[in-house]
């Protein structure tokens, strides 16, 4: 298993600290929003040791399908992270028990709490090109220097699994076990999915399924084609403007009966659950 080492350099290394920092750059969450959701004792942190929010609703029953939902991978996208905060206030409100969410709403704290906030992590990586591409895909950074032209944006590091942000969500992954993976983006204002083991809905609210294709060492690309785990992406239309709040509510829906009708637990899963010693996810 991976080591995550961390060095701080804020005072963001709590909770607190990132509530207070996120309501300060955020208009749209409050300090006092981000507090009263209950956010886990910190177990990951980020290049500057900022710590990871992270919030687990357990399901009733063990076989219930299990969500990893994540927001603000690119530090950027503002609108990931609030409409990430929102379903969260939702889930907090009217969680059923009957399926097992992970939220970790700013996977990125560095790159949207900077100045000017960046796409990219405080190594200037692109948390979405820094996995290891799946087999038969090209390397990513040989990638990212003929293909994409050596965009600052989409630097994906020297090696995979440089950072500890994704090393977090590899660990994530291996621990959890999710049967899918949901992860908020903009500004593209559509719905992307991965995976072929399930059937992707075919809009969220005012998002259609329009689905882009993979690009080697991202997180669909990994999670799918490498651990067979189906990937949502939830492009919003804007960055730095939230949807409308009946479209917020639209989406939530759409997502949460489409969990309930199409997401379910392998028989390999269950069994890979079954035999793993306990985490800090229990």
């Avoid at 309501?23 to 209950?38: D, F, H, M, P």
């Avoid at 040791?49 to 919030?55: N, Q």
Wanted: glycine share 6%; proline share 8%; aromatic share 10%.
């Amino acid at each position: 298993m991976l080591t995550l080492t961390w060095q701080p350099l804020y005072a963001d290394n709590t909770v607190a600290g990132v509530c207070a920092a996120v309501g300060k750059k955020l208009s749209s969450v409050s300090e006092k929003e981000c507090l009263a959701l209950g956010f886990a004792q910190p177990r990951f942190f980020s290049v500057n040791g900022r710590a990871m929010l992270e919030k687990r609703f357990l399901a009733e029953e063990s076989d219930a399908p299990r969500v990893l939902f994540i927001g603000g991978i690119h530090g950027d996208e503002y609108s990931s992270v609030s409409v990430t905060f929102k379903w969260l206030n939702t889930i907090s409100a009217h969680h059923s028990g009957r399926y097992d969410w992970l939220f970790f709403p700013l996977v990125n704290p560095d790159g949207l709490l900077r100045k000017k906030s960046t796409r990219v992590n405080a190594h200037n990586v692109d948390l979405n090109r820094n996995f290891e591409p799946a087999k038969g895909f090209p390397n990513a950074l040989k990638h990212w220097k003929t293909r994409a032209k050596k965009r600052a944006r989409y630097y994906p590091g020297e090696t995979p699994l440089s950072e500890p942000e994704t090393q977090m969500l590899f660990q994530l992954i291996e621990e959890y076990h999710p049967d899918v993976i949901v992860s908020v983006h903009a500004p593209h204002g559509i719905l992307d999915f991965d995976g072929a083991s399930v059937k992707p809905p075919r809009r969220l609210g005012p998002l259609y399924l329009r689905q882009l294709g993979t690009y080697p060492g991202s997180l669909g690309n990994y999670a799918w084609f490498t651990k067979k785990i189906p990937v949502m992406t939830i492009e919003l239309p804007y960055a730095g403007i939230m949807p409308k709040p009946k479209d917020i509510d639209r989406m939530w829906n759409d997502l949460v009966r489409w969990v309930d009708r199409k997401v379910k637990p392998s028989a390999a899963t269950l069994a890979a659950r079954s035999k793993q010693k306990p985490t800090g996810l229990e």
